[in-house]
């Protein structure tokens, strides 16, 4: 079993992505600063292809924007080679959504990567479960 490859973050190993620091707060190859605390999970796509890839945005919010990000608060994770394990929709949490238009039908619970290729997201309305074994980590405008 191989561990994940990134791309687009620094090698760094005190400010890149590790199994102890996970997902949250790491940097770019470009030495832009990603915390993911500050950010909204806005945009979920799958493509069942040849590799199947899934691509994860994030969105700062204007005031908690690293000024490095300013014209690109978008933060794209995009994995290849995906094998689903689980895809569950919480029923509730989209009830609630429809029910309260000010609830945060994206909000992160976990964003998990287990040190080799497994990574978990669980947001109010979502659990997923995947493997992968290639990531890369892009900015980009809104």
Known sequence: ??????????????????????????????????????????????RPGRPPVLELEFVYDPQWTPPELSKTPVVVFRFEDVRLVEWQEDQEGHDCVTAHPDAPPGQVELFDWDGVDLFTLHT???????????????????
Do not use: C, N, Q
């Open 1 to 46: 079993m191989s561990v994940t490859e990134f791309a687009g973050v620094t090698k760094d190993k005190d400010r890149g992505v590790t199994s102890t620091g996970g997902l949250y707060e790491f940097w770019t190859e470009d030495s832009a600063h990603v915390y993911l605390h500050d950010t909204k999970f806005i945009h979920l796509t799958y």
């Open 124 to 142: 109010f309305t979502l659990y997923l479960a995947f493997h992968a074994p290639r990531a890369e980590v892009t900015v980009r405008a809104e």
